[in-house]
């Protein structure tokens, strides 16, 4: 077979394997159609307060705030949570337990790298609760009239910023979750990483309104390409080189992660066999 | 003096759960970690959000302050005994062995409440205490006897009702076998509880106060303390949480004579 076919079968059989994860965590997600809502309950109050919380600052400080008003911070924390929902991750909270019952290792036997399942499933998740976010969104706009007009390039720039945020958000929490082969204390560095999401990936609030010093954190770290990156271009904050620029940084980030996780795994598996043995 | 039944039962299951927790003692710095954590995204909430303003809907910074102690605290009680007795009490359920609680002589309802002590979570109560002691000793204005009597008042009746309310909802574990989730539903809501209710607008406003309570149990008490509270607002969470306490027991009664047991 030439080069190009072997690919191409490769390919395939990868895809084959995608739509087959999926069909199994849709499956296991039906079991948990409760845990929908009340995950929906989660997410929208967890912006909600945010939102109220500076459309009040706003107005008590005559309209605006570092250049949002009331329909601003509306328009910025909705489509904030539009980003986590289609960004964050859970595995870190569930590999630890992967790895001290032993479940890790039919996984390995597999003829797929683990991380292809643990992406279908994440993917397949999304596109589960998105059925309910998007009635919920709908109610939310029409509740605290958003005020977001972006340009088509925005918008069009807007899908390739939150796939590769999403990209290195999950390589992120992957790499973080493998912790979870040399300790099971892993709840601490869990508990840090959702402190440093929470105010430097600009979920709590628009990065320009952190103090300087916080913001300089922020800029050098790689939780802003996580979520404030997309939320911003979407707003309207960028000019196009910018919006390069930060697309740059997210392919920077992600070859840095994508390392990271690769070195991590193969010293982790090493770890993984000496226990298991 | 005697001390009430009902007191000396808690003190023993106080008492287990401490002996039980000893053996853990790692529990106890996850514990200290998650409250920390907890702290430093509270107070650093309020010092972004007051680097902007003066007043947040009319409260001042201290009496935000004050809030952010009473939200830890409701949140450590709650933590402490009533979110482990429920769980408890829902595997009870499903596991059938809930039929070593009802055979007791002691009344079900306060022995499946007070069940289990998650002791560790006392770091939380401290922690609202201390936060809302610092921000006492900030206030401008001296808290006279009467604001600290409403305060109490409406801190227990806050706590009346948030237990009331998580009662209720374990109760439907008779009807639903699996509502561990359901509990979850108050966690989120209770979130909200860190802001004064009152920047809300009217539809959350109203849900945070009747659907699932949370503003009796964070924003009333702040508003005894801030001198703020008026006595018709107090007279109504009286009257809410004897409503609810008395709804809860019915209610309490309507489950157990359903629950068939595990031999049934």
């Known amino acids: ?277 | 003096m005697s001390v009430p039944p009902q007191l000396r039962l808690f003190g023993v299951f106080l008492k287990v759960g401490i002996l039980n927790e000893l053996e853990y003692r790692v529990n106890f710095y996850v514990q200290l970690l998650q409250s920390a954590v907890g702290l430093v995204i509270g107070l650093a909430g309020l010092g972004v959000v007051f680097s902007h303003t003066d007043t947040l809907g009319g409260w001042s910074p201290n009496e935000l302050l004050a809030l952010l102690g009473i939200y830890f605290l409701v949140q450590g009680a709650v933590q402490l005994v009533i979110e482990p007795s429920m769980q408890r009490f829902m595997e009870d359920v499903r596991q059938g062995t809930l039929d070593f609680t009802l055979t007791k002589p002691e009344d079900s309802q306060l022995l499946v409440s007070v069940g289990q002590v998650q002791i560790w979570k006392l770091v939380n109560v401290l922690l609202g205490l201390a936060v809302l002691g610092v921000a006492l000793s900030r206030l401008q204005t001296a808290v006279g006897p009467g604001e600290a009597l409403a305060f109490g008042v409406a801190l227990l009746a806050g706590g009346v009702i948030v237990y009331s309310f998580y009662f209720f909802l374990a109760t439907t574990a008779f009807w639903f076998v699996r509502v561990e989730n359901v509990l979850v539903i108050f966690q989120s809501m209770y979130q909200a509880g860190r802001w004064p209710v009152g920047i809300y607008p009217w539809w959350l406003r109203s849900a945070l106060t009747f659907i699932v309570p949370v503003a009796f149990a964070t924003t009333v008490p702040a508003e005894a303390i801030a001198g703020r509270l008026s006595p018709g607002t107090l007279l109504l969470a009286l009257a809410v949480a004897a409503a609810m306490l008395a709804g809860s027991r019915w209610f309490w009664g309507v489950g157990v004579r359903r629950y068939s047991g595990a031999s049934a």
């Open chain 1, 1 to 277: 077979m030439s080069p190009l076919a072997t690919l191409g079968g490769e390919l395939a059989g990868l895809w084959a394997a995608y739509v087959a994860r999926f069909k199994v965590a849709i499956g296991v997600q039906f079991q948990y159609r409760a845990s929908l809502v009340i995950w929906l309950v989660w997410t929208v109050m967890e912006s909600v307060v945010y939102l109220v919380v500076w459309s009040t600052v706003a107005q008590s400080s005559g309209g605006q705030v570092g250049g949002y008003d009331a329909a601003g911070f509306a328009a910025y924390f909705l489509v904030t949570m539009v980003v986590n929902q289609l960004t964050f991750t859970w595995i870190m909270h569930e590999f630890e337990y992967r790895v001290r019952q032993g479940q890790l290792s039919p996984l390995l036997l597999k003829p797929l790298h683990p991380i292809h399942g643990d992406i279908a499933e994440n993917v397949t998740y999304k596109a589960l609760t998105s059925v309910v976010l998007v009635p919920a969104l709908v109610l939310l706009c029409w509740a605290f009239r958003p005020a977001l007009q972006p340009q088509p390039w925005m918008a069009a720039a807007f899908l390739p910023a939150v796939l590769l945020a999403f990209l290195l958000r999950f390589l992120s929490g992957w790499t973080l979750a493998l912790a979870g082969f040399w300790t099971t204390r892993v709840l601490a560095i869990n508990q840090l990483y959702y402190m440093a999401m929470l105010f430097l990936s600009g979920q709590m609030v628009p990065l320009s309104l952190l103090p300087g010093p916080v913001q300089a954190l922020a800029a050098v770290l790689p939780f802003r390409w996580m979520v404030a990156f997309p939320v911003e271009l979407l707003l309207g904050q960028l000019t196009p080189e910018e919006t390069l620029a930060g697309f740059g940084a997210q392919l920077a980030w992600i070859a840095v992660h994508a390392a990271a996780a690769a070195v991590v795994w193969r010293a982790g598996l090493r770890r993984y066999s000496a226990v298991g043995a």
